[in-house]
C-alpha cells in the first residue's frame, strides 16, 4: 500500500486516541526502498481490567482471544477514556452477528459506592437471559438447600456475571462465615445455555466455590477499654476458643458492646475488628480495638402537646436529669410508662421522639412530642 508522512501521522493520531498512551512520538527517514518509520509511545498510567457480562456464547479464552485479534490494543484491560472502548464495543458487536445474535452493546465504569473505579463492563442489551438453575462447584461443607435457598433471588433474574458473584458473596458467604470458613472465595460463574427460542435463552448457572479452611477460635484481646473494663466486655462474646469462629456472632456481639457503651453515655464509642489468621492450624486471634469517645450527660427535655399539669407529669417521670450520663436505652423503658401519664383518649396518643447530641458542650437534648391519634 501507498505511505506517506500523512499516514504516519494519521497512524499516531489513532494511537494517541486510544487512550492507551500518555504519549506518542514518531520519527521517519526516506531512502532508496522508501520510508522507514519509528514509533515511540509511553504507557497510559490508567488501565481497568474487562469485564464482559453476559457473553454466554463465548467462553472466556474463545473472547480475549477473538478481541485480541479484532483489537490488537487490548491486552485484557482498557483504559477508562478514548476510543479503544468503543473499538471493543464494535469488536463485540461483529461476534455476535457471527452467531446470528441481535443485541446492543454498551460499557460502563464499575467500582463499589464510595470507593475508587475498579472494571469497564461489557453487556448485551436487548437480549433475555434468565438463570434457571443455579449450582456450585465445590461446595461440600454446605448443604444444597441451605445454598439454594441463599441465591433463591436470582433464580428468573436476568444473568450478569459481575452481579451473581457478587450476590454470591454477599448471601452464601455469611453461611461459611459462620462455621469457620473464613477465606471462602467465589469465582466468575460458569455458565450453559440450556434453553434457547428467540431472544429468549434459560442458563444454568455454576458458581465455582473455593472453601478453605475451617478456622476455629485461638483468642481475643481487647485494647482502649478504660470505662467498661474487658472482663465485663468478654462477658458479651460468645465464641469460644478452640471451637469454629462464627463472625456473624461476633459481629452481632459487637453491635451489643457499642449498645453496652451507649446506656452509660458513649454514644459514639466504636470497636475495630481486626482478625490474625493462622494457617497451620487454621486458627484465628482477634485484636478489638476499642474507642469509647467522649462522655455524653443528659441535656435539656422538651414536652410538647400537653397541658402544663401533663406537661409536668411527664417531665417528673422522665428519670434522667441533666448532667446525668446519657443512657440511649432509656426511651424504651419510659415509653413503655408514660401512657398513665397522659391525658385519657380513647385512640391513645402518638409519640414522637427526637433527640439532638450537642459535641460542644457534650449533651443530648430531648424533644418528646405527643399527639392524639384522632388529631388531623
Known amino acids: 500500500a501507498l505511505v506517506s508522512p500523512k499516514s504516519f501521522r494519521d497512524a499516531a ?3 494517541a486516541a486510544s487512550g492507551a498512551f500518555a504519549d506518542v512520538r514518531y520519527q521517519y527517514k526516506t531512502g532508496a526502498a522508501g520510508y522507514a518509520v519509528q514509533f515511540r509511545v509511553a ?3 490508567v488501565f481497568f481490567p474487562c469485564s464482559f457480562e453476559n457473553f454466554v456464547w463465548f467462553s472466556d479464552k474463545e473472547l480475549q482471544s477473538r478481541l485480541s485479534s479484532l483489537v490488537p490494543l487490548f491486552t485484557g484491560e482498557a483504559p477508562p477514556t478514548g476510543s479503544l472502548p468503543g473499538q471493543l464495543e464494535a ?6 452477528k457471527e452467531r446470528g445474535i441481535q443485541g446492543t452493546i454498551h460499557h460502563t465504569m464499575f467500582g463499589q459506592e464510595g470507593g475508587p473505579l475498579e472494571a469497564i463492563l461489557f453487556r448485551v442489551e436487548g437480549v433475555t437471559l434468565e438463570i434457571r438453575r443455579i449450582e456450585f462447584h465445590g461446595a461440600t461443607h454446605i448443604d444444597s438447600p441451605g445454598l ?7 433464580l428468573g433474574t436476568n444473568y450478569e456475571r459481575s452481579f451473581v458473584r457478587k450476590f454470591a458473596a454477599a448471601n452464601v458467604g455469611p453461611l461459611y462465615w459462620e462455621r469457620g470458613y473464613l477465606r471462602v472465595a467465589f469465582d466468575d460463574p460458569v455458565v450453559q445455555l440450556i434453553e434457547e427460542n428467540g431472544p429468549q435463552r434459560a442458563l444454568a448457572v455454576n458458581i465455582p466455590v473455593r472453601e478453605g479452611a475451617q478456622y476455629c477460635l485461638a483468642d481475643i484481646r481487647w485494647t482502649g477499654d478504660t470505662v467498661i473494663s474487658s472482663t465485663e466486655l468478654v462477658k458479651h462474646i460468645h465464641l469460644v476458643a478452640g471451637e469454629p469462629v462464627n463472625t456473624t456472632q461476633l459481629q452481632q456481639d459487637l453491635e451489643g458492646v457499642r449498645e453496652l457503651y451507649g446506656t452509660r453515655g458513649y454514644l459514639q464509642a466504636t470497636v475495630e475488628l481486626q482478625p490474625i489468621l493462622h494457617d497451620s492450624p487454621p486458627t484465628a486471634s482477634y485484636d478489638l480495638v476499642v474507642r469509647e469517645g467522649d462522655l455524653y450527660r443528659m441535656g435539656t427535655l422538651t414536652v410538647t402537646g400537653l397541658d402544663p399539669s401533663h406537661t409536668k407529669a411527664i417531665e417528673k417521670n ?5 448532667g446525668d450520663p446519657f443512657d440511649k436505652n432509656y426511651r424504651k423503658a419510659f415509653t413503655s410508662q408514660a401512657g398513665r401519664h397522659l391525658p385519657a383518649n380513647p ?30
Request: net charge positive; hydrophobic share 40%; aromatic share 8%.
Open 13 to 15: 493520531n489513532r494511537l
Open 43 to 45: 504507557d497510559a498510567k
Open 91 to 96: 469488536a463485540l458487536g461483529t461476534l455476535l
Open 148 to 154: 439454594q435457598e441463599a441465591v433463591r433471588q436470582l
Open 318 to 322: 422522665w428519670k434522667l436529669r441533666p
Open 347 to 376: 385512640r391513645g396518643w402518638n409519640v414522637s421522639y427526637q433527640q439532638s447530641l450537642d459535641k460542644t458542650a457534650k449533651t443530648v437534648n430531648v424533644t418528646i412530642g405527643f399527639l392524639p391519634k384522632d388529631a388531623n
